[in-house]
């Protein structure tokens, strides 16, 4: 006797539902990348400086909130996504893949904040790498329909490992061993982009108390 096995998505919201998720983090990196900049330009981390925090509790708030949220964004858009008749075959590698994603884009959002003085360069820098990133990363024409050039070249792309990490636990059935890949490619670069941000952004002037006797 012979089976027939079949792999891949059971229906085209499996694939379209990452893609749209990824829009969801690329919506809250900008959201509050450019915030940070609006609070510097207006003087408010000035007023923060001048409460009893450090610059790492004010960042570390700053990207605790980012975090938060784009878990609720994921959490939000997962629901929708299990209305249309997506279900993740694991949710366990599922939560693995949405929490490095998360690591990843706020990372993300540090490095948009350091990357303008102002609302309008921050801006256009951060969609200037994100916009060519999603492109060959898979956001707007998934990958398996792109010519094998450009899927090569998507491998740069965090955006491809954020796809690739949710459909992981959505339809690739991966185990832990298969996660690991796409998750700490993620986890590294949030890391490495949270470190150049917070850097870029003492560099760039964050505002530091000074304390003037009398």
Same mark, same amino acid.
């Given at each position: 006797?012979?089976?027939? %096995?079949?792999?891949?998505?059971?229906n085209a919201f499996d694939v379209t539902f990452p893609q749209?998720?990824?829009?969801?983090?690329?919506?809250?990196?900008?959201?509050?990348?450019?915030?940070?900049?609006?609070?510097?330009?207006h003087g408010t981390l000035v007023r923060l400086r001048m409460?009893?925090?450090?610059?790492?509790?004010?960042?570390?708030?700053?990207?605790?909130?980012?975090?938060?949220?784009?878990?609720?964004? %994921?959490?939000?858009?997962?629901?929708?996504?299990?209305?249309?008749?997506?279900?993740?075959?694991?949710?366990?590698?599922?939560?693995?893949?949405?929490?490095?994603?998360?690591?990843?884009?706020?990372?993300?959002?540090?490095?948009?904040?350091?990357?303008?003085?102002?609302?309008?360069?921050?801006?256009?820098?951060?969609?200037?790498?994100?916009?060519?990133?999603?492109?060959?990363?898979?956001?707007?024409?998934?990958?398996?329909?792109?010519?094998?050039?450009?899927?090569?070249?998507?491998?740069?792309?965090?955006?491809?490992?954020?796809?690739?990490?949710?459909?992981?636990?959505?339809?690739?059935?991966?185990?832990?061993? %298969?996660?690991?890949?796409?998750?700490?490619?993620?986890?590294s670069v949030g890391v490495a982009c949270f470190a150049a941000?917070?850097?870029?952004?003492?560099?760039?002037?964050?505002?530091?108390?000074?304390? %003037?006797?009398?």
């Amino acid at each position: 006797a012979v089976a027939r %096995e079949r792999r891949g998505p059971d229906n085209a919201f499996d694939v379209t539902f990452p893609q749209g998720i990824v829009w969801g983090l690329i919506g809250c990196v900008m959201t509050f990348g450019i915030s940070l900049v609006t609070e510097r330009t207006h003087g408010t981390l000035v007023r923060l400086r001048m409460a009893p925090l450090t610059r790492a509790q004010i960042l570390g708030g700053k990207a605790l909130a980012c975090f938060v949220t784009i878990m609720i964004v %994921e959490v939000i858009l997962l629901a929708v996504a299990f209305g249309f008749g997506v279900r993740p075959s694991s949710m366990a590698m599922l939560a693995l893949g949405g929490v490095s994603a998360a690591v990843c884009f706020v990372g993300f959002m540090m490095l948009v904040a350091s990357l303008g003085k102002t609302e309008q360069t921050a801006s256009g820098a951060g969609w200037a790498i994100l916009m060519p990133l999603s492109m060959i990363g898979g956001a707007m024409v998934p990958q398996f329909v792109m010519p094998p050039w450009m899927q090569t070249a998507g491998m740069i792309s965090p955006i491809r490992w954020v796809i690739l990490a949710i459909e992981g636990g959505i339809w690739r059935q991966f185990t832990l061993s %298969e996660m690991a890949t796409p998750c700490a490619i993620l986890i590294s670069v949030g890391v490495a982009c949270f470190a150049a941000g917070t850097r870029g952004l003492r560099e760039a002037g964050f505002p530091a108390v000074v304390v %003037e006797p009398g």
